[in-house]
């Protein structure tokens, strides 16, 4: 069974940074184009970067320049690295799955990220 695991997430300070992380367990990353969304409070689910097995990350607007999303095949992990860390960032951050054979997808637990003026 294939699951993902966030981590990373915290609280920061406007300006700060953090680095987050999803592990895919129960098959191999490179079966899988990836993805980082997040949910602010009464908001949608929103794209953030989209990682996929090849070519470049491609990012929403509202964080190109701060964040920076890479995957790792060797390690099954995919990274989202954050700075210039902004109060409207404030959001659960999730990470999804999407099978390149097959219609599937998976969603992590998300991990929460506070982000304080």
């Known amino acids: 069974q294939v699951q993902l695991v966030e981590s990373g997430g915290g609280s920061v300070q406007a300006g700060g940074s953090l680095k987050l992380s999803c592990i895919i367990s129960?098959?191999?990353?490179?079966?899988?184009?990836m993805g980082w969304y997040r949910q602010a409070p009464g908001k949608q689910r929103e794209l953030v970067a989209g990682?996929?097995?090849?070519?470049?990350?491609d990012y929403a607007e509202s964080v190109k320049g701060r964040f920076t999303g890479s995957r790792d095949n060797t390690k099954n992990t995919i990274s989202l690295e954050m700075n210039s860390l902004k109060p409207e960032d404030t959001a659960v951050y999730y990470c999804?799955?999407?099978?390149?054979?097959?219609?599937?997808?998976?969603w992590g637990q998300g991990t929460q990220v506070i982000v304080s003026s």
């Open positions: 129960g098959d191999t990353l490179n079966n899988y184009e």
């Open positions: 999804k799955a999407s099978s390149t054979w097959t219609s599937r997808f998976y």
């Open positions: 990682v996929p097995t090849r070519g470049p990350t």
